[in-house]
């Protein structure tokens, strides 16, 4: 199993409409290829980890990096590892827009997702690098 790990600067004209469209095709595209991983988007910036076949990782990235949504892309981490860390996430989300409307608002949005990046099991140098990228994310002033 190959998992990798980036960070990336939203493009300015990047919107909910947009973010639901990577999404979209991130899920169709992912379940094919078979890879799995969760994508945080705060803050107008990205936070990713990826895994699966190694040649679909990084054809994946390739991508990523050439998409005009994203913009200064930063590779944190890749390499093997010995099994998923999201078996059952074709690709979770995670955003502050979707939990404005909910009760609490961003404020429960951010302590939720450190409370999850306190819990998880960061086995992996991948992982590792997602979550450390998670809580500055979260917890950096903009």
């Known amino acids: ?5 980036y960070c990336s600067k939203a493009s300015i004209d990047v919107n ?3 973010i639901e469209d990577i999404l979209e095709t ?4 992912n379940e ?3 890879v799995t991983g969760c994508l945080v988007f705060h803050k107008q910036a990205f936070v990713q ?8 990782i990084q054809l994946l990235y390739q991508h990523i990096k050439q998409d005009a949504r994203h913009r200064e892309v930063v590779l ?8 998923r860390n999201f078996n059952d996430w074709n690709m979770a989300f995670y955003s502050a827009v979707d939990s404005q409307g909910k009760s609490g608002g961003l ?7 450190l409370l999850l990046a306190e ?6 140098s991948a992982m590792n690098m997602f979550w450390i990228s998670v809580r500055k994310l979260l917890t950096e002033e903009h």
């Not at 429960?108 to 997702?113: A, D, K, S, V």
């Open 32 to 34: 094919t290829l078979g």
């Open 1 to 5: 199993m190959y998992q990798l790990t």
């Open 76 to 83: 944190l981490w890749e390499g093997v590892n010995d099994s």
């Open 26 to 29: 991130a899920r169709k595209r």
């Open 16 to 18: 909910e409409e947009a």
């Open 49 to 56: 980890i990826i895994e699966g076949e190694k040649e679909h």
């Open 107 to 113: 404020l429960n949005f951010e302590r939720n997702l």
């Open 119 to 124: 819990l998880a099991n960061s086995t992996t």
